[in-house]
């Protein structure tokens, strides 16, 4: 601060310098008359300067060239001109003024500066003294902690040594009162099971499994296996009494149903069924209460963690009893060496237990459903059995499966059956597709593999035998015209058949990735049979417009279309879906294919249909080349007429075709004809379009720009052109003439009277820019032709006036 107030003595003694020279601007007073007001306009002007002047002459001082500064500055305000010295005097005044006020301001400055240092220096020592005490009191504070703790650790010492013998004591305490109330819970289910009430006996011991349960944390060994051990020891009791009782309810009921539902209307209804399905329902539900106990009590059966089963709970109690029947009877008939029990034949227990589903669901879903509903429980009935079932078949599955590898046959055959028992498990018995099911089974990496690979060999062999039967490229509804508008030969309706009987056998898959695996598989049968049309197709080239070749044309469109309608399938968007996290996954494909995934803008058929696509336009083209070489050949003679000399249109009674144009239009016709029967509708469309767009610039070219024409020439090719070319394509679309712009304009040019052919030429000749002539040829229904080909077409006419031209 002392540092900061000699730093302004430093600048004001610099100012003050200044001042010598000119003094610190004055406000100004409000002025009375018009000197005055000049007066002070120059003053303000001289007060200006002396600021400005200040500041120069300090930096100036500060430089050391002062003289030469004050040189300067008279020369900048008196000059050379006399007249400037009137103002020295006030320029003087103004000086004088400043440096007053500088020196007051400096002298209050000089005599502040010494007391603020002064009480500055007098906080700071009183501020010093103030932290010694401080400091002496902390160190008295420390040492007296110090003592204190030191004195205080014996009792610390003797304090913890009690508390732990405490918390021993209340652990001890603890551990007893949970042995006093497992044996007071042992004592009541005793005592309710000596009066015979069983409902209470089950509740306590509910109660128990639940304590079970919560001690699991516990370190207490010995605790846990005398509450296991008490558990274990009455559930088996309760467990044994209700199961006997509730086995004998259903022998009653004549359980388990071995016929029909329909058979079942008596032997479920004896005479005493109130009282029976009375006690059904409370030793049903007196089973359900041990369902804790029993799951803490039992491991449940687990097949090996590679078939990836979902983690599902225990089937619930009563339910295991009532399956037991049922399950002695499967292990009985399908296990050892019954005759029952084959290998080759899968289909007798997957039958067995479809049929043994059906036979009790409507008891299950009438008797059974609504005691569940009534304590609450969300099980349901129907399910809980199916599901019992299930393990018994995939238990089998499981045993059975290693066999079978190595048999293409007999493996093909148990996966046929399979599907075909998921097929009517979930259709018609509900059968939920994320509980354990056989796809589960046969999703396991070894067996999966070997399905693929069976799969491949049986699809290829199909697909052999389609290729070679007689009827391969005949289609099925060739005499049903509404049904054949694709004209699909049998081979590719029968492939088309195959690859969606692939889709519904692995649709049901539990993992994604198998699904993308079958996926890649009925692309590369795709591939192997567009392969297979390509070579069969190469062999037809020389008869491009035969029956085959057009067999295989609408093959390929069909499996294309299809395919494109699949991508579309919410199952296939669902697999799309899967490979795009795949690929995420494994950086395979770049972000603009990621995102042409992600937005749907492609599909996982796109590779196969983009192969199809160019076959088929490769076939159309050569198919259109083959015609349009044949027209070229029918079109010689048409080409060599005399165009220039034929009679006008009022020296022939009737106009008629040329005679030269017949093979030309005959050949159209026939090839048109033949190929709307061999061809698809879409198909066709694209093929007469094509040939359409060779015809317009082949006649155009060839023939119209290749010859010049009088009157009747040009009569003459608009009729031939426009009421018998053009109709031939009549029946395909409505207006055939705007497929034909090239001869359709340029037969309007041709056919202009005299005058406004005249006309025309004038304004194309005449029109320096482009949009005039544009104009002028739209008005007579010009616009595919540009204006240099207009101008040649005109020069193609003869019929111009003798004008000098």
């Known amino acids: 601060m002392l540092a900061a107030h000699q730093v302004e003595d430093t600048h004001g003694g610099g100012m003050l310098t200044a001042g010598e020279i000119g003094e610190a601007p004055v406000a100004p007073c409000c002025p009375e008359n018009g000197d005055e007001r000049k007066n002070l306009e120059e003053k303000s002007d001289i007060n200006m300067i002396a600021l400005v002047g200040s500041e120069q002459v300090s930096e100036g001082t500060d430089n050391g060239d002062l003289p030469t500064y004050v040189s300067a500055f008279i020369e900048k305000e008196v000059g050379t001109d006399l007249k400037s010295l009137k103002k020295l005097d006030k320029l003087i005044a103004q000086m004088t003024e400043s440096k007053i006020q500088l020196e007051e301001q400096v002298l209050t400055i000089s005599s502040e500066i010494p007391k603020r240092i002064k009480n500055a220096l007098k906080s700071a020592e009183e501020s010093k003294q103030s932290l010694n005490r401080l400091l002496e009191q902390e160190n008295d504070l420390f040492s007296s902690i110090d003592s204190h703790l030191l004195t205080a650790q014996p009792w610390m010492d003797d304090l913890g040594s009690m508390i732990n013998q405490i918390e021993e004591i209340e652990r001890h305490l603890a551990y007893l009162k949970w042995i006093s109330q497992i044996e007071e819970l042992s004592d009541n289910i005793q005592q309710y099971l000596m009066t015979n009430n069983v409902p209470e006996a089950a509740s306590t011991l509910v109660f128990m499994a639940e304590l079970d349960i919560k001690l699991q944390e516990s370190s207490c060994t010995h605790l846990l296996g005398f509450m296991r051990a008490t558990v274990k020891f009455w559930h088996k009791i309760l467990k044994d009494k209700l199961t006997s009782d509730f086995e004998e309810i259903l022998t009653q009921l004549h359980w388990p149903f071995i016929g029909p539902p329909q058979t079942q209307t008596s032997l479920s209804r004896p005479a005493c069924a109130p009282e029976i399905y009375s006690n059904l329902e409370t030793l049903f539900c007196q089973l359900l209460k041990l369902q804790t106990s029993d799951e803490l009590l039992t491991e449940p059966k687990q097949l090996p963690e590679k078939y990836s089963l979902p983690v599902s709970p225990s089937v619930i ?198 699904k993308l695996q079958f996926l890649e598989l009925q692309k590369d049968l795709v591939d192997d049979f567009r392969i297979r049309l390509t070579q069969v197709m190469k062999e037809e080239t020389r008869a491009s417009l035969g029956f085959r070749y057009c067999a295989i044309l609408n093959a390929v469109n069909y499996i294309s279309t299809v395919l494109a309608d699949w991508a579309d399938n919410v199952f296939f968007l669902q697999l799309q879906q899967a490979a795009l996290e795949v690929f995420a996954e494994n950086n395979t494909l770049s972000k603009l294919q990621l995102g042409q995934l992600a937005s749907m803008e492609s599909s996982v058929f796109d590779d196969m249909i983009n192969l199809l696509e160019r076959l088929k336009h490769d076939m159309l083209t050569r198919q259109v080349d083959h015609v349009f070489r044949e027209v070229k050949d029918a079109a010689k003679l048409y080409k060599k007429e005399r165009w220039l000399s034929l ?142 080909d207009v101008e040649i077409l005109l020069n193609l006419r003869t019929n111009w006036p003798n004008t000098g031209r």
């Open 317 to 514: 109690l009563p339910i295991q009893i009532m399956l037991t029947p049922l399950q002695k009877r499967f292990r009985y008939h399908f296990r050892g060496n019954r005759q029952t029990n084959l290998i080759s034949k899968p289909e007798w227990y997957l039958a067995q237990v479809l049929m043994w589903i059906g036979n009790h669901t409507q008891f299950l879903d009438e008797k059974i459903q609504p005691i569940l509903k009534k304590v609450g429980s969300s099980v349901n009935a129907r399910l809980e059995f199916s599901r019992g079932l299930m393990m018994l078949v995939l238990e089998k599955l499981a045993t059975d499966i290693p066999s079978l590898l190595y048999d293409d046959n007999l493996f093909c055959h148990l996966v046929d059956e399979v599907l075909l028992f998921e097929r009517e498990l979930h259709s018609v018995h509900g059968y939920p597709g994320t509980f354990a099911n056989c796809m589960h089974i046969l999703s396991e990496e070894t067996y999966f593999q070997r399905w693929l690979t069976v799969e491949r060999k049986f699809a290829l062999q199909k697909m052999d035998s389609m290729l070679s039967s007689d009827v391969a490229w005949v289609s099925q509804y060739k005499d049903i015209t509404d049904v054949d508008e694709m004209k699909v030969p049998d081979c590719a309706e029968t492939f088309m058949t195959l690859l969606l009987v692939i889709t519904d056998r692995y649709k049901n898959l539990p993992i994604a990735s198998r």
């Open 647 to 788: 009679p006008s249109q009022s020296e022939q009674a009737v106009m008629s075709l040329s005679s030269s144009a017949c093979p030309l239009l005959l050949t159209i016709r026939d090839r048109l004809l033949q190929l709307e029967q061999q061809l698809c509708f879409s198909l066709f469309k694209i093929f007469w379009q094509m040939l359409v767009e060779k015809l317009d610039i082949y006649i155009y070219q060839e023939i119209i720009l290749a010859n010049h024409f009088n009157e009747g020439g040009a009569a003459q090719l608009q009729f031939d052109m426009t009421r018998n070319l053009f109709p031939l394509f009549s029946h395909y679309c409505k207006r055939p003439e705007n497929y034909f712009k090239h001869i359709k304009e340029a037969c309007i040019i041709l056919n202009m009277n005299v005058g406004s052919a005249l006309l025309l030429k004038d304004v194309l000749q005449s029109a320096s820019e482009q949009p005039p002539a544009t104009a002028a040829l739209n008005e007579i229904g010009i616009y595919k032709l540009a204006q240099q």
